[in-house]
């Protein structure tokens, strides 16, 4: 019992000195973004009806701060739909697992477009720090600044504060 409890109180302390984000986030860096063309793991594959045409695909890079950084890391994002329409659109903000980039989570994107016709929502996808081809450390506060970075964005293009 006594060794139990010593192995025990060893894990906790040696656990307790890794750093939490550290183990949350199952990140992996990639060189480009493929979507369709994405050939890795995946959770399901859709039929080609769900296919979103290239023109309503925007991929592009944000800066995003922290309240505590001095920097402001640069995140990839890629917001699916006709950008002219965001003020007007239902817009979904989707904030992807912990695993993996936007490549893996790119069939749920496609069916949040998809959802109640063709190509019906604008969807707003951003890789967090340190996932994909995105820039920096995955953190908990590094999370919520890139989110924060995705939604001032989607205010610059139009889409209104009493909507979010």
């Not at 953190?139 to 890139?146: F, G, I, M, N, Q």
Request: aromatic share 12%; hydrophobic share 40%.
């Amino acid at each position: 019992m006594r060794k139990v409890l010593v192995t025990l109180m060893v894990c906790m302390l040696f656990a307790g000195c890794l750093s939490l984000d550290d183990q949350l986030f199952n990140n992996t860096k990639i060189t480009e973004y493929r979507f369709d063309r994405y050939t890795g793991e995946v959770d399901f594959r859709l039929h080609d009806s769900y296919d979103i045409p290239d023109s309503l695909l925007h991929l592009f890079t944000l800066a995003s701060q922290a309240y505590n950084e001095n920097t402001s890391p640069a995140i990839y994002a890629l917001y699916i739909g006709d950008l002219s329409r965001i003020a007007t659109d239902t817009v979904i903000l989707y904030c992807h697992g912990n695993r993996d980039h936007m490549d893996f989570y790119w069939p749920r994107a496609q069916l949040l477009a998809n959802v109640g016709g063709k190509n019906r929502y604008g969807v707003m996808m951003i890789d967090y720090r340190g996932f994909g081809m995105s820039d920096g450390k995955a953190t908990e506060e590094a999370l919520y600044a890139d989110v924060d970075a995705a939604l001032q964005w989607l205010k610059s293009k139009g889409l209104k504060r009493d909507r979010l």
